[in-house]
């Protein structure tokens, strides 16, 4: 496992290399191989296992839900970011993207977004989707904040009782609003107990030598224990249901994950970048694009 750059003020080399050391150690239990499994999904390769088709399929087997389907089943859809009353213009029959007010990134991930070249103009539409669901136990709501601009996806809350998943929210709403091939993801705020105990308690630990909450965007490479115990997560696997939805199997991967907290050490955030691969090989296989081509952390 590799941590691909560990900043801290006043480490020298010597400690680094005992920050490797012990992060060769680590072992995130069955978040871990679950991600190792979903790695494989990115992957077209002969002979591969039955399982992992079955993932493939669980993930990608019927069709992504488009806005219509949202408007038919009765989901409340709201544009965030209206001065005043939207305009009323009948039951809408989709999300009109000319409708749609334009809005800023939350204040919590400029920095990153800065790092990779994100703009942090007003140019993003914001949309929020909820609907009352009920079960044979209860009720309650399925609430979706979903911010969308060229490339990137902010989810700003995911709150899933019964009905589509955020993979398919997700999807929607950047297929009604964006043409550009996606390249981000962000999952901001997050509140999910797997996700928070994973950083803050094992990836974030006194072994690892990394303190939670930590301003500093950590990034983590294809193949480490982090990457893989973070795309077993719950969070994780939505995104990697997103794109094996949102596109054909062995053209788009998952090819780092950071991890960070706000300038003011409150929130979790996470950040999946979307690569392509690389062309395939002699023997038939996809060579991926590794390293990620996220850019590199500077002090």
């Known amino acids: 496992m590799v941590l691909n750059q560990f900043l801290k003020t006043g480490t020298s080399n010597g400690s680094l290399g005992k920050a490797h050391s012990r992060l060769q150690k680590l072992q995130y239990g069955e978040l871990e191989k679950e991600g190792a499994a979903l790695q494989k999904c990115f992957t077209v390769s002969p002979g591969e296992s039955y399982d992992t088709q079955a993932?493939?399929?669980?993930?990608?087997?019927?069709?992504p839900w488009s806005p219509w389907d949202f408007v038919k089943t009765g989901w409340t859809i709201e544009r965030i970011g209206w001065k005043g009353d939207p305009p009323v213009g009948g039951r809408p029959q989709g999300w009109n993207p000319v409708m749609a007010p334009l809005t800023p990134l939350p204040w919590s991930i400029l920095p990153v977004a800065r790092q990779f070249g994100i703009s942090t103009e007003p140019i993003y539409k914001t949309v929020s989707l909820f609907k009352l669901v009920k079960d044979n136990a209860g009720s309650d709501y399925s609430d979706y904040i979903i911010q969308v601009g060229p490339g990137v996806i902010v989810s700003q809350l995911s709150s899933r009782f019964l009905g589509p998943h955020w993979s398919d929210v997700a999807l929607a709403v950047y297929n009604q609003y964006e043409t550009a091939p996606l390249k981000y993801v962000f999952r901001v705020d997050i509140t999910n107990e797997v996700v928070e105990r994973l950083i803050s308690e094992e990836i974030y630990s006194v072994q690892t030598g990394l303190e939670w909450p930590d301003s500093i965007r950590r990034?983590?490479?294809?193949?480490?224990?982090?990457?893989?115990?973070?795309?077993?997560?719950?969070?994780?696997?939505?995104?990697?249901?997103?794109?094996?939805?949102?596109?054909?199997?062995?053209?788009?991967?998952?090819?780092?994950?950071?991890?960070?907290?706000?300038?003011?050490?409150?929130?979790?955030?996470?950040?999946?970048?979307?690569?392509?691969?690389?062309?395939?090989?002699?023997?038939?296989?996809?060579?991926?694009?590794?390293?990620?081509?996220?850019?590199?952390?500077?002090?």
């Open 219 to 299: 990034e983590w490479k294809v193949g480490t224990g982090e990457y893989q115990a973070l795309l077993g997560s719950p969070l994780g696997r939505g995104v990697v249901a997103l794109v094996l939805r949102g596109y054909d199997r062995g053209t788009k991967l998952i090819s780092c994950i950071s991890t960070f907290s706000d300038e003011h050490k409150v929130s979790m955030h996470l950040l999946f970048v979307i690569s392509d691969p690389r062309k395939p090989s002699i023997d038939g296989s996809t060579v991926f694009q590794w390293p990620c081509n996220c850019p590199r952390l500077t002090r």
């Open 55 to 63: 993932r493939v399929i669980q993930f990608s087997g019927y069709p």
